[in-house]
Each structure stands twice: as structure tokens, then as C-alpha cells.
């Protein structure tokens, strides 16, 4: 695995961007997470005047060899419809990515269907699809080491054009399974305690899911020497290990990253897992509907700014919550601080 140079947020500034955030002409800690997302995006970027110029979004494609043991209730083909269903505007990333000006990418990194001629998909393909982990790793180290690099090489290209905000979401059939096992391998929570619905599995389809993930980290167990890169390699998907990529780099280039849903956050809890430091940099933007999804949540600590019930995935969550995150920057540029309003400071 290629090395990263992450550190920790400069705190010096910390004070500085206090003092002008409880100056501005407002009752002290009056606009709560507002002030708090403040913060956090000024010491991202290392200023007291922020910015969120040309938002970027990247939406993942990858199929996945569990999908073969019933883990899901949507068929595999549901991933290369969707993927060029995206093209023509029809998902719902089109739609909230049109709403809030964001420059959406859409890229197939392991998708099991010949996508290369797509008009509007970028091609990073990897393999069609990750192998079966109920019997062996989903990808080799070479596979691997090429998702993480997929994921540097976008965020590269999207910082090169002025990128600040990184938002990622991610389009995989089956997706759930590998996050149910990072949640309970990362968190150190009982696997029966983190596997869900997914995509709308009833109650045996469910069960049948608790025994096929059960038997893969077994299997996992008794062939691997746990380490977080192992249990990454022999899990993820490669829209999952790119996106990690895509995390780590958007990190060393001080981007803002916003985290979606349950699948992302997975895959931010294992890029905190590999480097602590990353999540300075991400947004946990909002806490889904799919089972486990607060529990993982709390298993960095993280406090999401919505609770709106999504589990569509594709990034979604962090679309909609970015209008909050943009408030938070206008709210430290443009307010009135009380010697220019000529307010009386009553605190």
C-alpha cells in the first residue's frame, strides 16, 4: 500500500478562529453546529476566511463476489443499469449534485459489465467484480494497492481543478455485506449486531445473510492474520477500497471530505483505522436507516448533521447535507462582528 503524509489539523489558529466566531454579532454559541463546522473547515484549510470552491463528487462503481450467496435482494445487474442510468441524469446523486453545484464523476472501478464505451462514465476498472469472500479474499494485494491509487489519481485530478469539497458515494450491489463485517471486525461489535436489511432483505433473507458473513470471518479467521489492511483486502469492494484511497488523499490535500451513509462511513471507519489523522477532515454528514448505522457512528465518535431516514447510498446524504456545511462558511465570512454592526457585545 502506497504511504500518505496525514497529520493532524493545525491547531494553532484554533483561538484566533474562536475569537472571530464568538465576535460576530450573535449571542455566544447561538448558531451550535454552525459554529462547529466552522471551525473545523478553517483549521482544515489552515485560514480564518474559508472556502468551498468547485465541490466534487465521486460516485464508485464496483460488483461483488458475496452478491452470488443471496446477501441482496437487488441482482448484480442492478449495478451497471444504475451506473449508466447515472449518465443520463435519472439518480438521485444527478439530482441533488445539480441542486448544489457539484462536479459529479461517475467511474467504474469493478464493475461486472463492459461499461468502456459509456458516454460519461470514467473507466478505472479493476476487475469485473471482487472474488467471493465466503471462500477467499474479494481482491489480491495488487488489486488492492490499484483501488487505493484509483482513489489518489481521482481526488489528484479534482484538486487540480480547484476542488475544496470531496464528497464520495458509491454504487455496489451487495456493499452491506462487507460493511456489516469492517463494522463488527473495526468496532469490536457481535456481527449479528451489525448486519441489516440492506437494500430490503425480510426477515430470512436476513438471517440467511447472519450465516453466509458469519462463515466468511471464520474462514477469515482461520486463514489471515487479522491486520486492518487484511480485513480491508479480504472484504472491500473495489468502490469501497477506492473510496478509502479517495478519503486518505482528499486528506493529505487538506480537502474538506464529506462521509455518506453506512457503506461510506465503513469505509471512513477503516481509513481511521489505517490513519487516525484523516478524520480531522471528515464531515459525518448524516445517520442513515440501515441497521447498525448510529452504533457505527459512535464507534469514532462521530456526530452526524442529519437524521433524515436515507439508505439510498450514491452519496445522497452528504448532498443534502452540504447546503449546512456551506451556511456554516457564509455564517464566519459575512456576518457582522459587533464593532462593525455597531452592536453593544453583551457577553
Same mark, same amino acid.
Given at each position: 500500500?502506497?504511504?500518505?503524509?496525514?497529520?493532524?489539523?493545525?491547531?494553532?489558529?484554533?483561538?484566533?478562529?474562536?475569537?472571530?466566531? =464568538? !465576535?460576530?454579532?450573535?449571542?455566544?454559541? /447561538? #448558531?451550535?453546529?454552525?459554529? @462547529?463546522?466552522?471551525?473545523?473547515?478553517?483549521?482544515?484549510? !489552515?485560514?480564518?476566511?474559508?472556502?468551498?470552491?468547485?465541490?466534487?463528487?465521486?460516485?464508485?462503481?464496483?460488483?461483488?463476489?458475496? @452478491?452470488?450467496?443471496?446477501?441482496?435482494? $437487488?441482482?448484480?445487474?442492478?449495478?451497471?443499469?444504475?451506473?449508466?442510468?447515472?449518465?443520463?441524469?435519472?439518480?438521485?446523486?444527478?439530482?441533488?449534485?445539480?441542486? !448544489?453545484?457539484?462536479?459529479?464523476?461517475?467511474?467504474?472501478?469493478?464493475? =461486472?459489465?463492459?461499461?468502456?464505451?459509456? @458516454?460519461?462514465?470514467?473507466?478505472?476498472?479493476?476487475?469485473?467484480?471482487?472474488?467471493?469472500?465466503?471462500?477467499?479474499?474479494? %481482491?489480491?494485494?495488487?488489486?488492492?494497492?490499484?483501488?487505493?491509487?484509483?482513489?489518489?489519481?481521482?481526488?489528484?485530478?479534482?484538486? $487540480?481543478?480547484?476542488?475544496?469539497?470531496?464528497?464520495?458515494?458509491?454504487?455496489? +450491489?451487495?456493499?452491506? /455485506?462487507? $460493511? /456489516?463485517?469492517? %463494522?463488527?471486525?473495526?468496532?469490536?461489535?457481535?456481527?449479528?449486531?451489525?448486519?441489516?436489511?440492506?437494500?430490503?432483505?425480510?426477515?430470512?433473507?436476513?438471517?440467511?445473510?447472519?450465516?453466509?458473513?458469519?462463515?466468511?470471518?471464520?474462514?477469515? !479467521? @482461520?486463514?489471515?492474520?487479522?491486520?486492518?489492511?487484511?480485513?480491508?483486502?479480504?472484504?472491500?469492494?473495489?468502490?469501497?477500497?477506492?473510496?478509502?484511497?479517495? %478519503?486518505?488523499?482528499?486528506?493529505?490535500?487538506?480537502?474538506?471530505?464529506?462521509?455518506?451513509?453506512?457503506?461510506?462511513?465503513?469505509?471512513? +471507519?477503516?481509513?481511521?483505522?489505517?490513519?487516525?489523522?484523516?478524520?480531522?477532515? %471528515?464531515?459525518?454528514?448524516?445517520?442513515?436507516?440501515? $441497521?447498525?448505522?448510529?452504533?457505527?457512528? =459512535?464507534?469514532?465518535?462521530?456526530?452526524? +448533521?442529519?437524521?433524515?431516514?436515507?439508505? #439510498?447510498?450514491?452519496?445522497?446524504?452528504? #448532498?443534502?447535507?452540504?447546503?449546512?456545511?456551506?451556511?456554516?462558511?457564509?455564517?464566519?465570512?459575512?456576518?457582522?462582528?459587533?464593532?462593525?454592526?455597531?452592536?453593544?457585545?453583551?457577553?
Amino acid at each position: 500500500m502506497i504511504q500518505f503524509q496525514i497529520q493532524h489539523t493545525d491547531k494553532s489558529l484554533e483561538q484566533r478562529i474562536q475569537e472571530k466566531i =464568538d !465576535h460576530l454579532n450573535k449571542p455566544k454559541g /447561538s #448558531l451550535g453546529r454552525l459554529e @462547529e463546522l466552522a471551525m473545523q473547515i478553517c483549521l482544515i484549510q !489552515h485560514t480564518l476566511t474559508p472556502s468551498l470552491n468547485h465541490p466534487c463528487h465521486l460516485l464508485l462503481g464496483g460488483d461483488h463476489g458475496i @452478491e452470488r450467496e443471496g446477501v441482496s435482494v $437487488s441482482p448484480r445487474e442492478v449495478t451497471w443499469q444504475q451506473m449508466i442510468n447515472f449518465t443520463r441524469g435519472g439518480g438521485g446523486v444527478n439530482m441533488f449534485c445539480r441542486q !448544489h453545484g457539484f462536479d459529479l464523476r461517475i467511474v467504474d472501478v469493478g464493475v =461486472d459489465y463492459d461499461l468502456s464505451g459509456v @458516454e460519461g462514465i470514467i473507466d478505472r476498472k479493476i476487475a469485473r467484480g471482487t472474488r467471493n469472500f465466503l471462500h477467499e479474499p474479494a %481482491m489480491s494485494q495488487q488489486e488492492f494497492d490499484r483501488a487505493i491509487q484509483s482513489g489518489c489519481d481521482l481526488v489528484d485530478e479534482c484538486a $487540480s481543478q480547484g476542488c475544496q469539497v470531496l464528497g464520495i458515494g458509491e454504487m455496489g +450491489i451487495a456493499n452491506t /455485506s462487507p $460493511s /456489516s463485517i469492517w %463494522m463488527s471486525l473495526f468496532g469490536n461489535i457481535p456481527l449479528d449486531d451489525c448486519i441489516g436489511a440492506g437494500a430490503g432483505l425480510d426477515n430470512p433473507g436476513i438471517q440467511h445473510k447472519r450465516q453466509i458473513l458469519a462463515q466468511a470471518l471464520q474462514h477469515y !479467521h @482461520e486463514t489471515m492474520e487479522h491486520t486492518t489492511e487484511n480485513a480491508i483486502r479480504y472484504f472491500g469492494g473495489f468502490e469501497m477500497v477506492t473510496a478509502i484511497g479517495a %478519503m486518505l488523499r482528499g486528506a493529505e490535500r487538506h480537502l474538506v471530505v464529506l462521509i455518506d451513509g453506512f457503506i461510506m462511513t465503513a469505509c471512513a +471507519i477503516a481509513a481511521i483505522r489505517l490513519y487516525p489523522a484523516v478524520q480531522d477532515y %471528515m464531515i459525518f454528514t448524516h445517520c442513515g436507516d440501515e $441497521s447498525g448505522h448510529r452504533r457505527m457512528l =459512535d464507534i469514532v465518535h462521530a456526530k452526524p +448533521i442529519l437524521n433524515l431516514g436515507l439508505r #439510498l447510498g450514491e452519496g445522497t446524504g452528504a #448532498l443534502c447535507a452540504y447546503p449546512i456545511i456551506a451556511s456554516s462558511v457564509h455564517m464566519i465570512n459575512e456576518m457582522n462582528n459587533f464593532d462593525t454592526a455597531h452592536i453593544t457585545k453583551y457577553f
